[in-house]
């Protein structure tokens, strides 16, 4: 089992920037790739980022490309998103997830899931 914890969520301005983390604890967290993920209310849960047990390989999606970034150090734990230049359509609960490898960026593909963050952009 893999605990993964959430947190850096708020309330910005249009233009602004957040630093997300995600926590991990429970089994060899260092050997999972790493997901970021939203869901805007209404909406369904879609891919925002991925970063590889070795922090070699990240994919993003089309609609965060060159604003969010995604890394990690597996000697410290967490996995960051740090994302600026943030827009009001970024609002949505953020999610972190922890697969096997690169799974691609269905939501189903991942083995674990935590609770989420608010992230809130005001125009």
């Known amino acids: 089992q893999v605990q993964l914890v959430e947190s850096g969520g708020g309330l910005v301005q249009a233009g602004g920037s957040l630093r997300l983390s995600c926590a991990a604890s429970?089994?060899?967290?260092?050997?999972?790739?790493m997901g970021w993920f939203r869901q805007a209310p209404g909406k369904e849960r879609e891919f925002v980022a991925y970063?590889?047990?070795?922090?070699?390989?990240?994919y993003y999606a089309d609609s965060v490309k060159g604003r969010f970034t995604i890394s990690r150090d597996n000697a410290k734990n967490p996995v960051y998103l740090q994302m600026n230049s943030l827009k009001p359509e970024d609002t949505a609960v953020y999610y972190c997830?922890?697969?096997?490898?690169?799974?691609?960026?269905?939501?189903?593909?991942?083995?674990?899931w935590g609770q989420g963050t608010q992230v809130t952009v005001s125009s």
């Open positions: 997830a922890a697969s096997t490898g690169w799974v691609g960026p269905r939501p189903s593909k991942y083995d674990y």
């Open positions: 429970g089994r060899t967290f260092s050997s999972y790739g």
């Open positions: 970063i590889s047990w070795s922090g070699g390989s990240t």
